[in-house]
């Protein structure tokens, strides 16, 4: 059997596993809130993320045509099948690592930076198309930002807005409404991050001469959007308790807040073709939304230690690929 297939065969099957473990991994931010405040059953959220994950999935593929062709070219891309199984090997540990630990990191920085870390190592620093590549760093480095800016701002109108209503019967009316918005984040998290690995696939595809353009195949579209929706079925329960009660107590107004706020962020971005992390916004959002609430009341170390984990998850998955890379060239 010819190797070139083989190797393809192998960043298919390794592709939709990121999608997979995207599904369990970054899907529990979008419904963490929902989760927390009991507006849905744990059962009910995951049903619920899994059915709209698929649905944003297979309704855009705009963000995977820029993953396919910004950070590298794949028409040029040296020893390319090579590169993005050594990227997408490299973005899976590490999605699993922080993923075990119950931290919040962002599947789109590792797959960015593996993707990045594992073109370098075949072919130099050259080898990145540093307008595209810039140009992702910046949304991926301004969209919490614009998400904690925003949750402050929706959650400051809300409190004026209902600072006469009674708090038990607006906080009941609040939960049975986050139903929809917890409904509306699962959804633009599926128009978001599944195309990133239809950008990887369609990458190889494209390396490998079998297909001419950066256009995503059906069967790629459906084969990411199914991964992630099975995924998303398994569950990410570590990280719902750590987006839904350890960065602050949420309460129903406080999830649609931030729902709202992670949810307009994400398909902004989706709309205009960026890749975005999912978890940054959303953890963004309820940062946002926590400090409008009560700035004491946000477990700030919490959210340090996702900081932290936000800005090295680049550089190792980066790392972590052109190691890979240097060793699966050994063998193909």
């Given at each position: 059997m010819d190797g070139i297939f083989i190797l393809t065969i192998l960043i298919v099957i390794g592709a939709l596993a990121f999608d997979f473990i995207n599904g369990f991994h970054d899907?529990?931010?979008a419904i963490a809130t929902s989760v927390s405040t009991k507006a849905l059953k744990p059962r009910q959220a995951i049903f619920l993320a899994s059915v709209m994950n698929f649905l944003g999935a297979m309704t855009f593929t705009g963000v995977a045509k820029t993953i396919t062709k910004d950070i590298v070219d794949p028409f040029t891309l040296e020893n390319g099948s090579v590169v993005i199984l050594a990227a997408l090997i490299a973005a899976i540990f590490w999605n699993l690592i922080t993923w075990y630990y119950g931290i919040p990191s962002s599947s789109s920085h590792a797959i960015i930076g593996s993707v990045a870390g594992?073109?370098?190592a075949a072919a130099g620093f050259n080898s990145l198309n540093y307008a595209g590549f810039i140009k992702i760093i910046?949304?991926?480095?301004?969209s919490p930002i614009l998400a904690f800016a925003v949750g402050f701002i929706v959650y400051s109108i809300f409190k004026i807005a209902f600072k006469n209503l009674n708090?038990?019967?607006?906080?009941?009316?609040?939960?049975?409404f986050q139903i929809f918005t917890a409904s509306?984040?699962?959804?633009?998290h599926g128009t978001n991050d599944a195309q990133k690995a239809m950008?990887?696939?369609t990458m190889a595809l494209i390396a490998n001469n079998y297909v001419s353009s950066a256009e995503i195949p059906l069967w790629v579209q459906f084969s990411?959007?199914?991964?992630?929706?099975?995924?998303?079925?398994?569950?990410?329960?570590k990280i719902i308790k750590t987006v839904g009660g350890k960065i602050m107590k949420i309460r129903p107004v406080n999830g649609v807040a931030a729902d709202l706020t992670g949810a307009m962020i994400i398909f902004g971005a989706t709309y205009i073709h960026l890749p975005v992390s999912t978890t940054h916004v959303i953890s963004s959002s309820i940062l946002g939304v926590g400090a409008a609430h009560r700035l004491k009341g946000v477990k700030w170390d919490t959210a340090q230690?996702?900081?932290?984990t936000w800005i090295i998850t680049l550089p190792i998955s980066a790392l972590l690929a052109s190691i890979t890379y240097f060793i699966l060239n050994i063998f193909f």
């Open positions: 899907t529990a931010n594992a073109a370098i910046e949304a991926l480095i301004l708090l038990t019967k607006t906080n009941r009316n609040f939960r049975i509306l984040q699962a959804y633009t950008g990887i696939i990411c959007a199914l991964a992630m929706g099975l995924g998303t079925s398994v569950g990410g329960w230690r996702m900081l932290v």
